[in-house]
């Protein structure tokens, strides 16, 4: 993978696979919401409501996978200094921030008529709401540091200290009394993967999720395209004042 660590080599990569992105993002979240919408039946206990799951829980996955890639692309920025894995960190964080504001939007929605009220302290809301914080505090850093490179730095920082919010988020309905129900989808009885959602509702739900994983890598390979372009551009004209 280091290969594609070349902006031209990446960006070679990027317009090879961005169509078959688009396709299957398309395809995927398109018949995924179809089905969850119009084919899947309603829940015995939470009726016509069960349908935000669609959206809801593909966003929470999202919302976590993605500070998973700005963690993992800030430790290689730190430590090996690369440009382009500074520019994925800061690329993927508006793009996080927006799956877990629907996913809050989205769970406020879904909390009304199953727990009546939108908002409670429950720890996964809370520890959801706090990934929304790191979040925009991450992108204020980078607007906040005019030197590229310390505003890099600063930011890897921030965001590796709060990775430690992930498995918080993950693992709150089983460390606390929490108003979320536990794992449905990867969970396992006697060693082996027992999802407790009827079919009928488990493949609309995959489909949306991976659906909208590959939404969220293709817009992510296009704003890193952006800033390696406005990089360059920055570039071309400080030699051009310089010369």
Same mark, same amino acid.
């Given at each position: 993978?280091?290969?594609?660590?070349? =902006?031209?080599?990446?960006?070679?990569?990027?317009?090879?696979?961005?169509? &078959?992105?688009?396709?299957?993002?398309? *395809?995927? #979240? *398109?018949? $995924?919401?179809?089905? *969850?919408?119009?084919?899947? +039946? =309603?829940?015995?206990?939470?009726?016509?409501?069960?349908?935000? #799951?669609?959206?809801?829980? +593909?966003?929470? &996955?999202?919302? #976590?996978?993605?500070?998973?890639?700005?963690?993992?692309?800030?430790?290689?920025?730190?430590?090996?200094?690369?440009?382009? !894995?500074?520019?994925?960190?800061?690329?993927? @964080? =508006?793009?996080?921030?927006?799956?877990?504001?629907?996913?809050?939007?989205?769970?406020?929605?879904?909390?009304?008529?199953?727990?009546?009220?939108?908002?409670?302290?429950?720890?996964?809301?809370?520890?959801?709401?706090? %990934?929304?914080?790191?979040?925009?505090?991450?992108?204020?850093?980078? /607007? @906040?540091?005019?030197?590229?490179?310390?505003?890099?730095?600063?930011? !890897?920082?921030?965001?590796?200290?709060g990775v430690i919010n992930i498995p918080?988020?993950?693992?709150?309905?089983?460390?606390?009394?929490? %108003?979320?129900?536990? =794992?449905?989808?990867?969970?396992?009885?006697?060693? /082996?993967?027992? +999802?407790?959602?009827? +079919?009928?509702?488990?493949?609309?739900?995959?489909?949306?999720?991976?659906?909208?994983?590959? %939404? @969220?890598? /293709?817009?992510?390979?296009?704003?890193?395209?952006?800033?390696?372009?406005?990089?360059?551009? /920055?570039?071309?004209? @400080?030699?051009?004042?310089? $010369?």
């Amino acid at each position: 993978m280091l290969r594609y660590a070349n =902006p031209k080599r990446f960006l070679d990569l990027s317009a090879a696979v961005l169509p &078959w992105l688009w396709l299957g993002a398309a *395809g995927l #979240m *398109g018949w $995924g919401l179809w089905a *969850g919408l119009f084919a899947s +039946p =309603p829940d015995y206990q939470q009726s016509e409501s069960v349908r935000i #799951m669609y959206v809801h829980v +593909p966003s929470a &996955w999202l919302s #976590m996978f993605l500070y998973g890639v700005m963690f993992a692309a800030s430790v290689v920025g730190l430590v090996w200094r690369h440009p382009l !894995a500074d520019a994925a960190a800061k690329e993927a @964080a =508006p793009i996080g921030a927006c799956f877990t504001a629907i996913c809050l939007v989205t769970g406020s929605l879904w909390g009304r008529p199953m727990w009546g009220t939108y908002w409670a302290w429950d720890p996964r809301l809370t520890s959801e709401l706090v %990934l929304l914080i790191l979040y925009l505090g991450y992108m204020a850093l980078w /607007a @906040a540091i005019e030197d590229r490179q310390k505003a890099a730095r600063s930011a !890897a920082v921030l965001c590796i200290v709060g990775v430690i919010n992930i498995p918080i988020i993950h693992f709150s309905v089983e460390w606390w009394n929490s %108003l979320h129900q536990g =794992p449905s989808v990867v969970r396992f009885e006697n060693g /082996a993967l027992a +999802p407790a959602i009827d +079919p009928s509702m488990l493949w609309p739900l995959l489909a949306m999720a991976v659906g909208s994983t590959l %939404l @969220a890598i /293709a817009v992510l390979f296009v704003r890193i395209g952006t800033e390696i372009g406005r990089r360059r551009l /920055a570039t071309l004209m @400080a030699q051009q004042a310089a $010369g």
